[in-house]
């Protein structure tokens, strides 16, 4: 696989429900991102790793739990979620942070919907 | 505070031409992004401004102007498949991307 891929592409749980994100990067980047999308909002952004630490976290509820194992894996974990969570979750990369503007490259991402 | 700010929807004709402008105000200005998303799909990258000017590349051209805080899209010869949002992003002091909610741009036959 080449690029930036996310599972699952769809995701239906229920507020007392725990699950987990997994995203993969196949391009050798040093930094991934997490982001959430609502309809006609801005990016949000969510988390940032930077060589598997955490460099970001953008007072981001504490029912979401991001996990960076490796440069080329990271995981939202999810519990407890609300209804108001709903929203598209992307997973992106790029080669490094913080030296220079670099391009991010994105997932498809997972569309989460909270009942 | 940080702002990006972009039309919310933009409508156009096969085959003409059309202009997607994006302001901004943020603290520090470290380049300007312009990405491409499909509905359901990974936003793409489609050009950087760091300078002033107009970067041309194909159909696809990004113009910046740093001292109005002014960037534009522009589309050429638009086809039915560039139908998607546009999303304006501008990397900040800290380089952190401040993004826009997005342009949804309609193409009709």
């Known amino acids: 696989e080449t690029g930036v891929t996310q599972t699952p592409r769809h995701l239906v749980m229920g507020m007392t429900n725990k699950k987990s994100l997994k995203c993969e990067q196949h391009l050798g980047h040093n930094a991934m991102y997490w982001y959430k999308q609502s309809a006609k909002k801005p990016l949000e952004l969510m988390f940032v790793?930077?060589?598997?630490?955490?460099?970001e976290n953008n007072s981001v509820p504490s029912r979401f739990s991001p996990e960076c194992p490796n440069s080329s894996h990271l995981f939202l974990h999810l519990h407890t979620l609300q209804p108001e969570d709903s929203a598209l979750y992307l997973c992106?990369?790029?080669?490094?942070?913080?030296?220079?503007?670099?391009?991010?490259?994105f997932g498809p991402g997972t569309r989460l919907t909270v009942l | 505070g940080q702002n990006i700010d972009q039309p919310t929807e933009m409508t156009a004709t096969e085959g003409a031409i059309v202009q997607i402008n994006c302001t901004y105000q943020?603290?520090?200005?470290?380049?300007l992004f312009w990405y491409q998303q499909h509905a359901g799909e990974a936003p793409t990258f489609l050009s950087y401004?760091?300078l002033d000017g107009l970067e041309e590349k194909g159909r696809f051209s990004s113009f910046l102007s740093r001292s109005k805080g002014y960037s534009y899209l522009l589309l050429k010869e638009l086809q039915m498949k560039d139908s998607a949002s546009y999303l304006c992003?501008?990397?900040?002091?800290?380089?952190?991307?401040?993004w826009g909610a997005g342009t949804k741009l309609i193409i009709k036959p």
């Open positions: 401004n760091v």
């Open positions: 992106a990369s790029s080669q490094e942070i913080a030296r220079g503007p670099d391009t991010q490259y």
């Open positions: 992003a501008v990397s900040d002091s800290n380089y952190q991307l401040i």
């Open positions: 790793y930077s060589l598997e630490e955490r460099v």
């Open positions: 943020t603290s520090g200005f470290n380049g």
